[in-house]
């Protein structure tokens, strides 16, 4: 059992930056591939980055490409995003999961574990 806490999502200006954190229990951390998705309401959760259980491979969504970067200290157990140059449409409550799954084949249907989400809100 992982259990998945997500922080540090508040309120931005637009061009401004976060950092979410998600610190995972359990002693298999390094097992897992991570990921963050998205969420506003009305619309699917949507893919926004992985990271593999070592951290040597990651993958993000065309749309962060370039402004968010996703990295993992598997010491600390936790998972951070950066999230810089934010954009008004990157309000969305943000997701931590897990996967028992390479990170190329990272998505919705692999997670095994999901946090309860920290809500993003970029001001225009």
């Known amino acids: 059992q992982v259990q998945l806490v997500e922080s540090g999502g508040g309120l931005v200006q637009a061009g401004g930056s976060l950092r979410l954190s998600c610190a995972a229990s359990g002693r298999t951390f390094s097992n897992y591939a991570m990921g963050w998705f998205r969420q506003v309401p009305g619309k699917e959760r949507e893919f926004v980055s992985v990271?593999?259980?070592?951290?040597?491979?990651?993958y993000y969504a065309d749309s962060v490409k370039g402004r968010f970067t996703i990295s993992r200290d598997n010491a600390k157990n936790t998972v951070y995003l950066q999230m810089n140059s934010l954009k008004p449409e990157d309000t969305a409550v943000y997701y931590c999961s897990a996967a028992l799954a390479p990170a190329r084949h990272f998505d919705l249907n692999r997670v095994s574990y999901w946090g309860k989400g920290t809500l993003v809100t970029v001001s225009s």
């Open positions: 990271i593999s259980g070592g951290g040597g491979t990651t």
